[in-house]
């Protein structure tokens, strides 16, 4: 009797325990908000507001949004001169346009004269032994359904200037730098 | 009041139902002219009236599916701004042709009224076929449509890229080949090309069999 009152009296306690955790949430939720408030109140009072007043997005930083004109798409490379590769493994570049060439599920423009095929016809150089295979090396007859879509590795050039400094150097000139061929020949 | 309005209709249906009595043969010549012009540029007009792409893309089928394709292209977009509407291609601009061509088209209203192609994939499904159609009709008839605007006469090839100059001068001058054998997809996407001569095997292999 005495012990079941006993446990009677703990659960009960128990069940009043969320009750009496509110007000104590309450106080510390108070304390918390004091610094929120004053934190947001801080640049309101300088640059946020003249975002919010200028109708900017105020994500894009205190200067707000700047509009950059981009230059016009120049026109691509049509010589259908084949450029250089910078380095034996890179794609070969588009020498021609290829604007409006469908390329999708129901067709592939670009086979219609590079396939091994159509070569003959075309005197287009054929697409890589290399796409002839799956990802395992099998070899397969005709190009490998991962290789299908050509832009991927394969664009069109066109003639600007880079937007940031590029010092790539291909492999050949950084072998003649480390062995001068006057070095060579002087000895 | 209504009565003597069915009086009138007797007195008219009697007048026309009589052979002419005092009317003189003059009369029903000129009269017979007017109403010839009256209604022979009556049809015209409506048929003139169904040769225009506001027409075309009336229903739904040809808006959402074929004039949607045609927008992509340099049909409809290009730095001179001519451009061709669905009629430049698709019917043919001489009378007799156009009329042939009108029957034709009979069957793209039972097509309408029994929703052949009314949902996106009923058209994705017969792209093919409805496609094939077309190439067939232009084949048969030497890219007509096609050299409506584009003669090979006014054809410079030395302002053509190198590649295109090389296979008019090859292919179209000779009359090997015709507009359609290679510029299908110009102005809609292509359907699956599986087989199609040129876009999946060289045109000799498909003669060969």
């Known amino acids: ?187 | 009041m209504f009565s003597r309005l069915i009086c009138l209709a007797r007195q008219a249906w009697a007048a026309f139902n009589r052979p002419a009595v005092h009317l003189g043969l003059g009369f029903l010549t000129v009269g017979g002219f007017v109403a010839g012009v009256i209604f022979w540029g009556g049809f015209n007009t409506a048929l003139e009236a169904t040769n225009k792409e506001a027409f075309c893309i009336g229903c739904h089928e040809m808006r959402d599916n074929p004039y949607a394709d045609l927008k992509q292209t340099i049909h409809y977009s290009n730095r001179s701004g001519v451009r061709a509407t669905c009629p430049d291609c698709h019917v043919p601009h001489n009378w007799t042709d156009k009329i042939a061509r009108k029957m034709q088209a009979s069957k793209e209203v039972w097509g309408k009224i029994f929703g052949t192609i009314d949902t996106p994939e009923k058209f994705a499904a017969k792209k093919k076929e409805l496609a094939g159609h077309e190439w067939a009709r232009l084949k048969a008839n030497n890219s007509l449509e096609c050299r409506n605007c584009h003669s090979a006469e006014s054809m410079d090839i030395t302002r053509q890229g190198a590649r295109g100059a090389a296979a008019h001068q090859e292919f179209l001058f000779t009359n090997k080949a015709t507009c359609i054998d290679c510029h299908k997809g110009i102005a809609h996407t292509l359907p699956d090309m599986t087989g199609v001569p040129v876009w999946t095997m060289p045109a000799t292999a498909a003669a060969g069999h």
């Open chain 1, 1 to 187: 009797m005495n012990k079941s009152f006993r446990t009677a009296l703990a659960l009960a306690a128990l069940a009043a325990l969320p009750v009496l955790a509110v007000p104590l949430a309450k106080v510390a939720l108070a304390t918390d908000k004091q610094p929120v408030a004053q934190t947001a109140q801080a640049p309101q009072s300088s640059t946020a507001r003249d975002v919010a007043a200028s109708g900017r997005p105020a994500f894009t930083g205190a200067d707000g949004l700047t509009v950059q004109e981009a230059a016009p798409i120049p026109k691509d490379v049509t010589d259908d001169r084949r450029k250089q590769r910078n380095y034996p493994e890179q794609p070969p570049v588009i020498p021609h346009s290829v604007a409006g060439y469908q390329l999708d599920l129901n067709a592939n423009k670009c086979l219609t004269c590079h396939s091994r095929e159509m070569t003959g016809d075309s005197q287009a150089p054929m697409v890589s032994v290399t796409h002839f295979q799956d990802r395992d090396g099998q070899v397969l007859g005709a190009v490998s359904a991962r290789r299908y879509f050509c832009l991927q590795c394969h664009v069109p050039q066109s003639d600007v200037q880079p937007r940031v400094p590029n010092l790539f150097q291909d492999v050949d000139s950084v072998i003649r730098g480390a062995h001068p061929p006057a070095a060579k020949g002087g000895k």
